[in-house]
């Protein structure tokens, strides 16, 4: 079974402040995927990142950071020095290759609720 | 170039009637998704379809939910006999092939609130 935890339901942090948001996934395939998507206030979901199960390098773009440990099952996400434009909901999302799972299918954890104070 | 539509944005409904929720994906996309966004369950998967093979129905919660996906573009899905636990936010989404790989491209949503 493909599950997804993001134990954080809800961060306040200031302005310029560093955040990073947890998640940690459960799945049998030995390939997968996993996402980060952001929900702004507008509702729709935006795609931020994408990393295979085979690719353990840590990536930055920008402010924000991803950090894949499979030795922990985890897939953390990093904004530096934060903004008020950040705030919104994040989701991190796993999708499997394995018998059994349905090609594409992202399961989500529950989201973080990030807000920035000015 | 346009992104994943849907129609209506909110839908208020009594308890009992049918409802019928439209996306439209981005043009040339093979695989179309519905998920539902609600605070008890968060987002979940309900039905995907990928070409012209028959849909993955795995996730839906009754069978007063059906989709269909008309000439591989635009899908309807359709809720018979609404009950108050179907008030939720009904996403679509859209991606270039069904490959897991590929990340999903999501419209607004529908809110839809059963009376």
């Known amino acids: 079974a493909q599950k997804v935890t993001q134990a954080q339901t809800e961060i306040s942090v200031v302005e310029k402040e560093d955040v990073t948001l947890d998640c940690v996934y459960e799945?049998?395939?030995?390939?997968?995927?996993l996402f980060w998507y952001k929900q702004p206030p507008s509702g729709e979901l935006v795609f931020l990142i994408r990393r295979n199960s085979f690719d353990e390098q840590n990536e930055i773009s920008g402010r924000y950071s991803w950090n894949f440990q499979k030795s922990t099952s985890s897939f953390n996400f990093t904004i530096t020095a934060s903004q008020v434009v950040d705030s919104a909901v994040y989701f991190c999302a796993l999708s499997g290759v394995g018998r059994g799972s349905t090609l594409g299918r992202l399961y989500f954890g529950r989201g973080t609720q990030l807000t920035v104070w000015p | 170039g346009a992104g994943v539509s849907q129609s209506p944005s909110n839908k208020v409904t009594e308890k009992g009637k049918d409802v019928e929720l439209r996306c439209d994906p981005i043009s040339g996309h093979t695989a179309l998704y519905w998920y539902r966004q609600s605070l008890g369950q968060g987002l979940e998967f309900l039905i995907y379809?990928?070409?012209?093979?028959?849909?993955?129905k795995s996730g839906l919660p009754s069978d007063r939910f059906s989709a269909e996906r008309t000439g591989g573009s635009v899908s309807t899905l359709t809720i018979q006999r609404t009950q108050q636990e179907d008030s939720a936010v009904y996403l679509c989404a859209s991606s270039p092939s069904g490959s897991s790989y590929n990340e999903q491209f999501f419209g607004p949503g529908t809110r839809l609130t059963v009376l």
């Open positions: 379809f990928q070409g012209n093979s028959a849909p993955d």
């Open positions: 799945t049998r395939d030995t390939t997968y995927y």
